[in-house]
């Protein structure tokens, strides 16, 4: 069965999946286009999780009980996941955990990734939506065919011109920046968990009338 694309399975799915995108390997850590796997790193240290890869998935994973809100009290499982495909092929982890975890509802698909259309540690939580042009979130939409999910968007700026793109979005950053690009990944991290103790519209309240507040 499946509902605009997405799988839908039988039975009670009380999971939340968040997903951080990124690219692979000890070069991309500490750039712009790694702050939402970075942020989803932060949540599995905070709990004293190991994300490790998972057969079959494309990610590496860590999972934690989730704090019940489905009716019976079924806690489900926190999950936190960064795939471990270069940013371009996220979509193929996406689809992967999506079955593997039986998510029946694409809002509760949670994706942080850096944006560009936000000024720099500006962060906005949106759900629905296009892919602005992120090559991430391209992925997921040719491989989930839906647009439905949460995303937590961390604001990188643009670059200083349009042909310097794939160089301010890869380059390792140092000092300052270095440190602005943590701060908002711990900020991302904060976003996430105040998703999920306090659910989606009080989260959307409180992230985005502080990134309405800052301009």
């Known amino acids: 069965m499946s509902r605009g694309g997405w799988p839908v399975p039988e039975g009670p799915c009380p999971d939340l999946l968040v997903l951080g995108l990124g690219n692979p390997g000890r070069e991309f850590e500490g750039t712009r286009h790694n702050v939402g796997a970075a942020a989803v790193r932060e949540l599995a240290r905070r709990r004293g999780l190991r994300l490790s890869p998972e057969r079959g998935t494309w990610a590496e994973v860590a999972w934690a009980p989730l704090a019940g809100d489905e009716p019976g009290g079924q806690a489900g499982r ?19 955990l999506v079955r593997r975890y039986r998510l029946a509802d694409p809002a509760r698909l949670v994706v942080v990734h850096d944006e560009l259309d936000l000024p720099p540690g500006q962060l906005k939580l949106k759900l629905g939506g296009g892919t602005a042009g992120h090559n991430g979130l391209r992925s997921l939409q040719a491989h989930l065919h839906h647009s439905g999910y949460l995303r937590v968007r961390i604001g990188i700026g643009k670059p200083p011109h349009p042909r310097a793109g794939a160089d301010y979005v890869l380059r390792r950053l140092a000092g300052r920046d270095a440190e602005e690009l943590a701060l908002a990944s711990a900020l991302a991290a904060d976003a996430v968990e105040l998703l ?20």
Not at 82 to 91: A, E, F, L, Q, R
Not at 196 to 215: D, I, K, L, P, S
């Open 78 to 96: 926190l999950i936190l996941a960064v795939p471990t495909t270069y940013m371009n092929d996220s979509g193929l982890a996406a689809a992967a």
């Open 196 to 215: 999920v103790r306090e659910g989606v519209a009080a989260a959307m309240t409180a992230v985005n009338g502080a990134a309405r507040a800052q301009r």
